[in-house]
């Protein structure tokens, strides 16, 4: 069953923040992960919501995502994002 990763995002850095994103690509691809869509905020028709971007991603399973997450390829990539922002990273399952 494939699973989506969400990251919501407010960037403080985005210049900084494209290092990441380059340097992430290649780790994303060996865990079988796919890159679907991604944007700025448009409007909160309802709740809250404190960050202005979204990206969603999807794999194959949620083994994969947590594989991917926890790989030294990515954590050797994942510090280029600090201090570059807010992120809350949320794995979902589709029913």
Known sequence: MSAFL??????????IFQQYVVASE???????????????????LEGRHDKNRTVIFQFPSPEHAKRWYSSKE?????HLR??????DFVLVDPF
């Open 82 to 87: 600090d201090n570059t922002g807010e992120f």
């Open 6 to 15: 969400i990251v919501h995002s407010k960037l403080t850095k985005p210049e």
């Open 26 to 44: 290649d780790s994303l691809k060996l865990y079988e992960g796919t890159y679907l869509l991604g944007g700025e905020l448009n409007e909160v």
């Open 74 to 78: 990515y954590q050797s990539v994942k």
